[in-house]
């Protein structure tokens, strides 16, 4: 079946500092990958979709800079947090497409900042 | 920008009883409508969805109607449990497109 593995699950960093994260579509062909944010007590904030044959596109008030993704295939991404703040913490999800519609989405990486 | 509206951020119903949960998009171009349940510090979890070539889409105890003109889709639960118990998030999106998230609904199933 589709599954989407995240890795890590939880992690701790100090501000100021940054974090790596992974996902890993197994299964099945991802059309697409996307980050999302889900900030404390708060929804799903979509950071930056990744498309096939097509650029990585960026969500207003989520910038490359700060959100570097790497994806040398649909089916390997990986996001890093540079230099995390208190506002960067929360549960990162990773989603990946598969045809036009269905997302599968990964347990999470929790990211908690110190 | 688009937007995805639930309506209910709180619902609580007795064990048996059925509940509902409504949200409205702003986004004509919004074809897939998916729900999804969050467990309390867990990650997202598919229940349902609907495309918007149906209007109604049933699956065990779990409807979606979806009201193409009103730009309005519902979740419907019956004979809840105390299991169905969680937050459950409503999206809409188009083909290929990201989904934009409502502000999820805390359903409480009493016993």
């Known amino acids: 079946g589709a599954l989407v593995y995240q890795y890590p699950r939880r992690t701790i960093c100090k501000s100021g500092t940054s974090m790596r994260m992974e996902c890993q579509a197994v299964?099945?062909?991802?059309?697409?990958v996307a980050w999302y944010r889900q900030s404390p007590q708060k929804t799903f904030e979509l950071i930056a979709l990744?498309?096939?044959?097509?650029?990585?596109?960026?969500e207003q008030n989520f910038t490359q800079e700060k959100f570097p993704i790497s994806h040398p295939n649909l089916s390997f991404s990986s996001m890093t947090v540079l230099n995390a703040y208190l506002e960067d913490r929360g549960l990162y999800l990773c989603?990946?497409?598969?045809?036009?519609?269905?997302?599968?989405f990964g347990p999470g990486t929790r990211l908690t900042v110190l | 920008g688009e937007k995805v509206e639930q309506h209910e951020s709180t619902l609580s119903v007795r064990e048996g009883d059925s509940a509902v949960i409504n949200c409205t998009y702003t986004d004509t171009a919004s074809s897939y409508f998916p729900w999804y349940k969050q467990e309390a510090g867990k990650s997202l979890h598919f229940v349902i969805d609907i495309r918007s070539n149906v209007d109604r889409k049933q699956s065990q105890r779990l409807t979606v109607l979806l009201d193409k003109k009103a730009k309005r889709f519902s979740l419907h639960i019956t004979a809840t449990q105390p299991e169905d118990s969680a937050i459950y998030f409503c999206a809409g999106g188009s083909s290929g497109n990201k989904l934009i998230f409502g502000i999820g609904t805390l359903l409480s199933v009493k016993p």
């Open positions: 990744s498309t096939v044959n097509s650029a990585i596109k960026y």
């Open positions: 299964g099945f062909q991802a059309t697409s």
């Open positions: 989603g990946a497409r598969e045809g036009e519609y269905e997302q599968y």
